[in-house]
């Protein structure tokens, strides 16, 4: 079975999470299965290999799982985004709306050097606010978004649309 069909496999629905309505898309099933993650982070790593990559962003906190394993494998640093206060050193800090408010996420301010080629992962791509501002903090550190990936992808809530203006490619292993 190929890497997207043992993803599907391993994805858990979970009914009216975190509110009624909603079709959560649980990826920690794909944490039991070793194998399965190594694919994972080599089918990402083969889709960007082309580009000249310098640091890896995961988005917090699941972003965290796949993106310090790409870092890894690109050998580059890996540079995590979080929530407002979660950061301990001098921070810059982008504020986004939300369906139903709005987030800020915070990055240390030294963590890219001018002119670095930054890779934004995140485990799912929904509305594309969180992978937005990520490429705004990385701007702001001047910094340049080589490209955005992501385990999963909603395309029913076109979060592509919101990072197209970012000129970067944008990949996810499966999309729903």
Same mark, same amino acid.
């Given at each position: 079975?190929?890497? #997207?069909?043992?993803?599907?496999?391993?994805?858990?629905?979970?009914? /009216?999470?975190? +509110?009624?309505?909603?079709?959560?898309? =649980?990826?920690?099933?794909?944490?039991? =299965?070793?194998?399965?993650?190594?694919?994972?982070?080599?089918? *990402?790593?083969?889709?960007?290999? %082309?580009?000249?990559? %310098?640091?890896?962003? %995961? #988005?917090?906190?699941?972003?965290?799982?796949? @993106?310090?394993?790409? &870092?890894?494998?690109? +050998?580059?640093?890996?540079?995590? *985004?979080?929530?407002?206060?979660?950061?301990?050193?001098?921070?810059?800090?982008?504020?986004?709306?939300?369906?139903? @408010?709005?987030?800020?996420?915070?990055?240390?301010? !030294?963590? *890219?050097?001018?002119?670095?080629?930054?890779?934004?992962?995140? /485990?799912?791509?929904?509305?594309? %606010?969180?992978?937005? &501002?990520?490429?705004?903090?990385?701007?702001?550190?001047?910094?340049? #978004?080589?490209?955005?990936?992501?385990? #999963?992808?909603? !395309?029913?809530?076109? @979060?592509? =649309?919101?990072?197209?203006?970012? @000129?970067?490619?944008?990949?996810?292993?499966?999309?729903?």
């Amino acid at each position: 079975m190929d890497v #997207v069909s043992r993803i599907c496999t391993a994805i858990r629905d979970i009914p /009216d999470f975190p +509110q009624p309505g909603i079709l959560f898309k =649980d990826i920690t099933p794909i944490l039991l =299965d070793p194998a399965l993650c190594s694919d994972i982070v080599g089918a *990402i790593h083969q889709d960007f290999s %082309g580009q000249k990559i %310098g640091g890896i962003v %995961g #988005v917090e906190s699941r972003g965290f799982l796949f @993106g310090m394993m790409l &870092a890894q494998r690109f +050998q580059v640093p890996f540079i995590p *985004i979080r929530k407002k206060g979660k950061l301990p050193y001098r921070t810059v800090s982008y504020e986004y709306k939300l369906e139903y @408010g709005s987030a800020t996420m915070e990055m240390h301010e !030294d963590a *890219i050097e001018p002119g670095t080629r930054i890779l934004v992962h995140d /485990d799912l791509l929904a509305t594309g %606010g969180t992978a937005a &501002a990520a490429a705004e903090l990385i701007r702001h550190l001047r910094g340049e #978004v080589a490209g955005f990936s992501f385990v #999963v992808s909603l !395309d029913f809530l076109n @979060g592509r =649309d919101k990072l197209n203006p970012y @000129g970067a490619p944008v990949k996810a292993l499966v999309s729903y």
